[in-house]
């Protein structure tokens, strides 16, 4: 990065409050507040001036689209009408792969659906930031369950290498659904990025919904793409236990609500046990729940040791879960940062460092930088 853009990119972050400095594997690692109060922020992305403007959207589940930059934030209009309640409302948020291009973005949302139902449903709209607007937005996805209730909508989204586009659901608290190959509920779903299917998905001839790439998940509230492989991973809530780390194959049936590590809140046994046959074993479980949220894999300069792992929000525990890994097995679990509240979503940031969301009484963006 040229000298002139860091010293502004420095400025722009700087932050308001006092700086907590923790101890970790990496060393002593620095966490800053960066930005304005927010209210129950959800996920965040890079826009690709950030290097020069320190340009963050966010969302917030009230409905806000949120465009950071420095301590300065303003909303962008546009942004289409969400069911806000429960774990409902404006969710995800990604930039098409080409966004310095095109201008696109796409969220995820809880749309709402007749008699106080509502679905997940993804639009993308061309960013105008002239205008401070989102404009030509269009639905490219639709969940049609209209379940009642404010749970379980997962609702990430990651662009493959392919340049399609994978959209979790979750089972909007009817578990059966999670397994029926004819709804949208607790599936990876794989689009184009204008909506229509991929030829070669495993359902796009038939036998199930065709934007249908694998099922049987409860609530992947966490997904990210394998900054060397490119596979897709899945981190999904359990019940009382058993949330999963996936990595979810085409038209494999990962057991919810059949097989689970996990319990019923009451403390009933969930379905047949922990494995039935053609259902797969998840790649790693924790048991008590963290109730897990937005995931990545770091990738940048500033912590190398972290290189190649993945970072998952815990909103249980409020932290984040560094999960180590070595030849794509797990072999710890390294709790971070607890004391900024329920981490919502997690990034590796262009500037090398680690980003997440906290909502909590004070709900804010914080960067994790070396201390020294």
């Known amino acids: 990065m040229p000298r ?7 400025t722009l972050l700087a932050a308001p409050a006092a700086a907590q400095v923790f101890q970790s594997s990496a060393g002593p690692v620095r966490v800053e507040a960066v930005g304005p109060e927010l ?54 948020v990604a930039l098409s792969p080409s966004h310095a291009e095109d201008g696109l973005v796409y969220l995820s949302y809880a749309a709402p659906a007749p008699r106080g139902r509502a679905n997940t449903h993804v639009a993308r709209g061309r960013l105008d930031r002239a205008a401070g ?22 609702s990430r989204l990651v662009f493959a290498t392919d340049g399609t586009l994978f959209i979790t659901t979750g089972d909007r608290g009817d578990r059966p659904s999670a397994q029926d190959l ?52 899945t981190i999904s ?7 999963e780390i996936n990595l979810p194959e085409p038209g494999r049936n990962y057991g919810w609500p059949v097989i689970s590590y996990g319990r019923h809140y009451s403390g009933g046994r969930i379905g047949e046990g922990t494995e039935k046959a053609g259902m797969e ?19 940048g300069d500033l912590f190398p040791q972290w290189r190649g792992d993945l970072f998952v929000g815990a909103l249980r525990g409020r932290r984040i879960a560094r999960v180590d890994l070595e030849g794509g097995e797990v072999v710890r679990d390294e709790p971070l940062f607890e004391g900024f ?8 940031g262009p500037d090398g460092a680690l980003w997440f969301l906290a909502d909590d009484d004070e709900s804010r963006l914080y960067r994790v930088v070396p201390a020294s």
């Open 341 to 348: 509240g329920r981490v919502r979503d997690v990034r590796s």
């Open 4 to 10: 002139p853009a860091l010293a502004l990119l420095l």
């Open 237 to 243: 809530h359990g019940a009382r236990g058993g949330d």
């Open 133 to 154: 607007a989102l404009t030509d937005v269009e639905v490219i996805f639709e969940m049609t369950s209209n379940a009642s209730g404010g749970r379980h909508f997962g």
């Open 39 to 92: 209210d129950t922020p959800w996920a965040m992305a890079f826009l690709p001036d950030f290097s020069e403007t320190g340009a963050i959207l966010v969302t917030e589940r009230g409905g806000a689209l949120k465009l950071i930059e420095g301590e300065r934030a303003r909303e962008i209009a546009g942004a289409p009408r969400v069911a806000a309640s429960g774990q409902g409302g404006l969710l995800d």
């Open 182 to 233: 004819q709804s949208h509920n607790g599936k990876v779903h794989r689009i184009h990025p204008d909506g229509s299917i991929p030829a070669d998905n495993p359902f796009a001839q038939g036998g199930g919904l065709p934007s249908i790439w694998s099922y049987g998940h409860r609530n992947a509230q966490g997904a990210a793409r394998h900054p060397e492989t490119g596979a897709l991973w």
């Open 281 to 299: 074993q998840p790649l790693f479980y924790w048991d008590p729940s963290i109730a897990p949220s937005g995931a990545a894999f770091y990738d």
